[in-house]
């Protein structure tokens, strides 16, 4: 059972900055797919950025330039870094974990962003 741990969410004025973390425990990380999604009420999940065990990434086009997700395998803790945060990036943030057929989420972190 993989157990994943956010932190980091919080409020921030509009082109402020925020790094989300998410730590796991509980499986094999340095060969697993992360991710960050996030959702806001009322819609689907989406996906924000990965990142492969290699350190390839894809981003959203919406964040593209202003987010940066990044990995420590030693610590088995994947980061969010958001720049230039926007209001309608305001929304609770899940990290996922993906290795072979498992899937894992975490419990969301909320990311308040006011005008």
């Known amino acids: 059972q993989v157990q994943l741990r956010e932190s980091g969410g919080g409020w921030v004025q509009e082109g402020g900055s925020l790094r989300l973390s998410c730590a796991a425990s509980g499986g094999i990380f340095s060969t697993s797919v992360m991710g960050w999604y996030r959702q806001a009420p009322g819609k689907q999940r989406e996906l924000v950025a990965t990142i492969t065990s290699s350190g390839n990434t894809n981003y959203a086009d919406s964040v593209k330039g202003r987010f940066t997700i990044s990995r420590d395998n030693a610590k088995n803790t994947v980061y969010l870094q958001m720049n230039n945060l926007k209001p309608e990036d305001a929304n609770v943030y899940y990290c996922?974990?993906?290795?072979?057929?498992?899937?894992?989420w975490g419990q969301g972190t909320q990311v308040t962003v006011s005008p």
């Open positions: 996922k974990y993906n290795y072979g057929p498992w899937t894992y």
